[in-house]
């Protein structure tokens, strides 16, 4: 037997006209996840819009939030880089005290998540706070001038990859 699944909401949370390159990956995804994060809060909490989200600076934070314009339809706030993981549990906390229903959805790139931002993140973790982390890996610093991360893959070319036959550890070609 066939199974249909109903298609996505029509809803949108990341709205057109953002300056995100065309075609961009992370892009879609911010599209595609904000869907899929208001179809789950509307599933367990009757509400569509029981979300907030806390985004770190980094390449989709700029091209999607830059005073005095926004492509977010959604509460949305701009954090430190290294900061998304403490604000949702910040924003969490709050919501709990105010009985605020909802989910908190925190986003990162790799370098505000996997490197400056794992301390928040693992306190947000341990504490168990109602917080959805996206991190978009896009594998470098991309907005700041293709920095190597802790993610960037062995032997990738970045701004700050060693030269030539090089590499980190190593004392000869």
Known sequence: ??????PITTREYWAPGHAACAG???????????????EAMEAKYGD???FAIAHATGCMEVVSGVFPYTAWKAPWIHVAFENAGAV?????????????????????????TADIGLQALSGMLERRH????????????????IQRSS??????WTTTSPPGKYSIGEDKP
Do not use: H, Q
């Open 88 to 112: 949702a549990s910040g924003v969490d906390a709050a919501w709990k005290k105010l009985g605020r229903k909802g989910k908190i959805l925190a986003i990162g790139g790799d370098g505000g």
């Open 48 to 50: 569509p819009n029981a």
């Open 151 to 156: 993610s960037t893959p062995y032997g990738a």
């Open 24 to 38: 961009c990956g992370p892009a879609i995804v911010m599209r595609l996840a904000t869907k899929a994060f208001s």
């Open 130 to 145: 109602n917080v959805v982390y996206l991190m978009y890996d896009n594998e470098a610093y991309m907005n700041t001038g």
């Open 1 to 6: 037997m066939a199974v249909r699944k109903p």
